[in-house]
């Protein structure tokens, strides 16, 4: 009984680690793309929809974070309240 009770506890805690794993190295590779984005210049990056500082701010979130889709909330935000504001 003890052993079954054990290799459940194991089987548990390894489904609960792979998924980590994965979604952290999935943020890593976003992280990697959204500081690419740091080469381009203003322009490119404007018409992507984007500012330098919100690139620099998702560069810098922890791997827990996808900073891609960070950075895509942040721009369209940023997006709506300058709508809001010609309203």
Known sequence: MTNHTLSQTRAIARTDIKPT?????RNWIARR???QLQDY?????DDIGVTRDEVAWASQLPLSVNAAHELDKA?????KEHQLMWL
């Open 21 to 25: 794993i994965a979604r952290r190295f």
């Open 33 to 35: 793309k959204v500081r």
């Open 41 to 45: 210049d203003d322009n490119i990056l």
């Open 75 to 79: 721009a369209y935000r940023r997006r």
